[in-house]
């Protein structure tokens, strides 16, 4: 099946710096999304982005899909955006399943 | 607005009893999953249905069934309940169009506790 890799698997940040979150997969892909679980536990939608870029305030997004990678770029980070970060993607023809990466833990200090 | 709910959020049993987990959406989603998180291995598919009356296996689904009876409901069954299935459980779903899957949003899980 499809193998997903994120890095790093940790970062720690001073507030006000930026990151980027790097995510491999190994095969084409339908459908790849980035989720931050936040200290509660909740999964939060960040981006569907099977290619392209997207931006969303600090955060943006950049799937190369031809190349098979997909960024997350955190700018001015804050303190609310420690958490884990997981990108899942789906495979051609998986019907909506999506494998996740194993995620990089955010720790953003004040 | 639209939501996705679990219950209950917490729950504590015993080995060998049958626990039910609930999900509820109100999306009006075709699509319907169940996910486990543990700690090193990350979300992993249990069960997942396309829609009503529809029901497929997942990469774990071993002590595990579901029931798809209407849209907003996929309650996930543990036959007889293992220490190794404690962990925190995910409930998601989504649209399917004729381009492809959609974004998937996820319920806020249930942290299940098996002695």
């Known amino acids: 099946g499809i193998q997903v890799e994120q890095s790093p698997p940790d970062l720690i940040l001073q507030e006000g710096a930026n990151s980027t979150l790097r995510c491999n997969f190994s095969?084409?892909?339908?459908?790849l999304q980035w989720f931050h679980q936040n200290p509660w536990g909740q999964l939060i939608n960040l981006f569907y982005i099977p290619s392209g870029t997207k931006q969303n305030g600090r955060l943006s997004a950049t799937t190369v899909a031809t190349e098979r990678y997909s960024l997350l770029y955190i700018s001015s980070s804050q303190t609310t955006d420690s958490g884990v970060y997981f990108c899942?993607?789906?495979?051609?023809?998986?019907?909506?399943?999506?494998?996740f990466g194993q995620g990089t833990e955010l720790s953003v200090k004040p | 607005d639209a939501e996705i709910t679990q219950s209950p959020r917490h729950k504590i049993t015993e080995t060998g009893r049958q626990v039910t987990l609930a999900c509820h959406q109100t999306w009006n989603h075709n699509n319907m999953f169940w996910y486990r998180q543990d700690l090193g291995h990350g979300l992993r598919l249990i069960h997942y249905?396309?829609?009503?009356?529809?029901?497929n296996k997942g990469e774990v689904s071993d002590g595990y069934s579901v029931s798809r009876s209407n849209t907003e409901d996929l309650p996930l069954t543990l036959e007889s309940a293992a220490s190794s299935q404690t962990s925190v459980y995910f409930c998601?779903?989504?649209?399917?169009?004729?381009?492809?899957?959609?974004?998937?949003?996820f319920g806020p899980g249930t942290r299940l506790l098996v002695l």
């Open positions: 998601a779903s989504s649209e399917s169009t004729s381009g492809g899957q959609e974004t998937q949003y």
């Open positions: 249905s396309y829609g009503v009356q529809d029901t």
């Open positions: 095969d084409s892909v339908n459908n």
């Open positions: 899942a993607v789906e495979g051609q023809n998986q019907g909506g399943k999506l494998i």
